[in-house]
């Protein structure tokens, strides 16, 4: 039964505001998504909603799926990354409207484990296979302690490298081959130090701002805030305590510039600083706000190795009436073969570890970054993500450490006046 794609883009669904995207059937590929369904043939009608932010790369195969299994319908609806994530929060603890299938970013990932009992747990419809198949930190975000609940199957990944302007380098006296660039930069002292002789020679910044160099440090390492039973842990965290001094101490070299604003676009294209610490989705985020700075940059590791930035689960809502053909669907999606489709269709890196050999990753290049290796690059820092508890008032407590970091570099506070004021402030928001 062959049927045609509907699109509807702008419709409202309920009160939610959801922009729905209504997919039927279209012409499959070769891939076979029919072994992969509970039920085949003349099986009775099932229609699954989905409810994924744009970015996932999943509608053409979301099409294959139905080609191949007539007895499935799927309605789509995408909405805001926030938006989703809300609208899930809000129909789990009304108890109505949840879908069959929803994305979970990793940052939501702790805070929605707290109630597993708003989930279908996929260790019942055979998620302990899954296991070899995604990268192990992947995997201990996905669970529980005890390895017996498995909140979502993994989607993508964020490995970190950095990327750097050449012509900035060389302007500096700093090598700009990348190679060279990871040998002399292997640490942070030591990326701090090549900074601070950028900003003496140039008169420019290393990177954007404080908050984004203490990230970065921060996810290379755990436990952070939090350690496992939840337990606020932030002032003696030696993880913590180690961003918090590497990044206040390279406040000469940071040009206080916020990440996902028109200021840092226009500070890319700029060359107001020369570095940025780069996850694969935001290659595309460098390429529209700096066009004009196509083969100024390359690529190389990030010093004291990677760390993970972004990713997502597809989850199954416990109110879902088709829990078996929602986890057939979400685990072929996300299955090796059809990771790889998306990546190279949309470019989300993938979590499933057998792929990082394949040609397609191996011998990815990219001009405008002057690397013919740079898959090769993002899956040696895929594999050296080391997994960190965070815990569901993660983002909370991370984001007053931010603020903190922001008033230091405003010059409101000393880097002991906001570090207190951080402490203080998250003490009494969680109530310890």
């Given amino acids: 039964m062959k049927r045609k794609i509907t699109k509807k883009i702008g419709v409202t669904f309920g009160s939610m505001g959801l922009a729905v995207s209504m997919i039927a059937c279209a012409d499959g590929g070769s891939n076979d998504a029919s072994s992969n369904a509970s039920n085949g043939g003349d099986s009775e009608e099932i229609e699954l909603t989905v409810w994924l932010w744009p970015g996932f790369g999943v509608t053409d195969l979301l ?42 970013d990793e940052g939501y990932l702790d805070r929605m484990m707290e109630n597993p009992e708003h989930f279908h747990n996929l260790m019942d419809y055979g998620g302990a296979d899954l296991k070899d198949t995604y990268l192990d930190f992947k995997w201990e975000q996905g669970t529980n302690h005890e390895e017996d609940f498995l909140i979502g199957v993994p989607t993508d990944v964020g490995p970190m490298v950095m990327a750097y302007r050449m012509d900035l380098f060389e302007e500096a006296g700093l090598p700009t081959d990348p190679n060279e660039v990871a040998e002399q930069m292997s640490t942070w002292e030591d990326y701090i130090e090549a900074g601070k002789q950028l900003n003496d020679v140039t008169d420019g910044y290393m990177f954007n701002n404080l908050s984004d160099l203490y990230t970065a440090i921060l996810e290379q390492g755990s436990p952070q805030h939090f350690d496992e039973d939840n337990n606020f842990i932030s002032e003696e965290s030696e993880r913590n305590l180690y961003a918090w001094d590497l990044a206040t101490s390279a406040e000469g070299i940071s040009a206080n510039i916020e990440r996902h604003t028109t200021e840092w676009g226009a500070g890319v294209a700029a060359g107001e600083f020369a570095t940025v610490f780069l996850p694969p989705w935001m290659l595309g985020n460098i390429k529209e706000d700096a066009p004009d700075t196509d083969g100024l940059w390359n690529v190389t590791n990030m010093p004291e190795g990677s760390g993970n930035f972004g990713g997502s689960f597809l989850s199954l809502p416990a109110e879902g009436d088709h829990p078996e053909e929602a986890y057939d669907l979400a685990t072929w999606l996300m299955a090796p073969e059809q990771q790889l489709t998306i990546f190279e269709n949309s470019g989300p890196f993938p979590s499933t570890p057998e792929l990082y050999d394949e040609p397609a990753i191996q011998e990815l290049e990219d001009t405008f970054f002057t690397r013919t290796d740079l898959g090769a690059l993002y899956a040696e820092a895929a594999e050296d993500i080391v997994y960190g508890y965070k815990g569901p008032n993660h983002d909370l407590v991370n984001e007053l450490f931010q603020e903190a970091l922001g008033s230091v570099e405003d010059g409101n506070n000393t880097p002991e006046e906001a570090w207190r004021n951080a402490i203080d402030e998250a003490e009494r928001q969680i109530g310890r």
């Avoid at 499935?72 to 926030?82: M, P, R, V």
């Fill in 63 to 104: 099409a294959q799926y139905e080609e191949e299994n007539p007895h499935i319908s799927i309605n789509l609806q995408e909405a805001e990354y926030g938006d989703v994530h809300q609208n899930l929060i809000t129909a789990l603890a009304a108890g109505s409207g949840a879908p069959d299938i929803s994305g979970i």
